[in-house]
């Protein structure tokens, strides 16, 4: 698996390659954590998470961030596409 995401990785831009790296060590995690640790704006945050989610398979659902304990939006990687959106489903 680690070989994959550093495959995919390799193709992706900067801010995307950041937000996996983050999701993966530290997921999951919300927007304002991952833009803290990133040190991006959460609207570079925004805009990198859209655009992830259409290549990688990020699941997204509603709970307690592990980073700053707030009830959020909390994004972490799935293994695959169906995976993250069966979270979306529920």
Same mark, same amino acid.
């Given at each position: 698996?680690?070989?994959?995401?550093?495959?995919?990785?390799?193709?992706?831009?900067?801010?995307?390659?950041?937000?996996?790296?983050?999701?993966?060590?530290?997921?999951?995690?919300?927007?304002?954590?991952?833009?803290?640790?990133?040190?991006?704006?959460?609207? *570079? +945050?925004?805009?990198?998470?859209? &655009?992830?989610?259409?290549?990688?398979?990020? %699941?997204? @659902?509603?709970?307690e961030c592990p980073g700053c304990e707030?009830?959020? *939006? +909390?994004?972490?990687?799935?293994? &695959?596409?169906?995976?993250?959106?069966?979270? %979306?489903? @529920?």
């Open positions: 698996m680690v070989g994959f995401v550093s495959y995919k990785a390799s193709l992706m831009p900067d801010l995307d390659r950041i937000l996996v790296v983050l999701l993966t060590e530290y997921g999951p995690l919300c927007e304002r954590c991952l833009a803290h640790h990133a040190r991006m704006t959460l609207s *570079q +945050v925004a805009a990198a998470l859209a &655009t992830l989610c259409q290549t990688v398979a990020v %699941r997204v @659902e509603h709970g707030q009830f959020t *939006q +909390v994004f972490s990687l799935a293994k &695959t596409h169906e995976d993250a959106d069966g979270s %979306r489903a @529920e």
